[in-house]
């Protein structure tokens, strides 16, 4: 899930336990956070379930900046890889 955040150094937690007692309220599985990244106005959260996260393994994450000649974190995207037995699979958030 994306949350588009402002200034503030907590929101981030804000997020997180505002999504998962979501997921806990409205969904029968129990889930667990497996990453999560903050740029600077976007706030990434990828959850499992609790039964398969341990299947999930080798988690890595790449950011692309593409604002003010690619410095800034003002706009972009990330790029979560992982594997899930041994399939590799992409989460692409921008």
């Not at 949350?3 to 929101?11: H, I, K, S, T, V």
Request: charged share 20%; aromatic share 10%; hydrophobic share 45%.
């Amino acid at each position: 899930m994306t949350a588009m955040l402002g200034p503030g150094e907590d929101r981030p937690k804000c997020w997180e336990n505002l999504i998962s007692s979501y997921l806990v309220k409205n969904y029968r599985a129990k889930y667990v956070k497996i990453h999560s990244h903050l740029m600077m106005g976007i706030y990434s959260l990828v959850f499992a379930k609790t039964q398969i996260s341990d299947i999930i393994s080798n988690i890595k994450m790449m950011k692309v900046k593409t604002g003010f000649q690619g410095i800034a974190e003002n706009k972009g995207s990330v790029i979560i890889r992982y594997l899930r037995f041994l399939n590799n699979l992409a989460l692409i958030l921008g």
